[in-house]
């Protein structure tokens, strides 16, 4: 999102006439030695958005739920183990009735000047990997 920034403010500098720094605006009164090293990283989530709010367990979601009883239906189904199917029958039916007890969030894509201020789409995969970390 720096990025972001960094190309407005280059646009409105040009707009207005101005040369735009080649270097971030306060590390060109100190020498090369004493400037901090800015270490680029992709987008990852900040711990907070990782973390749980109770203590170290992941948060229980609907789906999480489904693909628990779906996987130990179909493990235990293989098997014929026929008391380990009906748990995951229930599982299933509690993560299917979760979906509508559990309250949705909406979200709202932010915009300035018509640039969206979030990040890009994630691929399935990345997504499918983000949700199965939360």
């Known amino acids: 999102m720096a990025d972001k920034y960094q190309k407005e403010i280059e646009e409105i500098l040009e707009r207005a006439g101005e040369v735009a720094p080649d270097e971030a605006v306060g590390e060109m009164e100190r ?3 004493e400037r901090p090293r800015s270490v680029s990283r992709s987008f990852t989530p ?3 958005s990782v973390s749980t ?3 170290g ?3 229980i979601t609907p789906g999480k739920v489904l693909m ?3 996987v130990v239906f179909i493990i235990t189904a293989l098997l014929q183990i026929w008391v380990l199917i009906w748990v995951g029958l229930a599982l299933l039916v509690v993560g299917y009735l979760l979906f509508f007890i559990t309250p949705r969030n909406i979200t709202v894509e932010k915009r300035w000047r018509g640039e969206s201020l979030e990040e890009p789409a994630e691929s399935p995969w990345e997504k499918f990997k983000r949700w199965m970390k939360s």
């Open 68 to 70: 628990t009883g779906l």
């Open 53 to 55: 709010s109770r203590g």
């Open 31 to 33: 020498p090369a030695e």
């Open 46 to 48: 900040s711990k907070a």
């Open 57 to 59: 367990f992941p948060t």
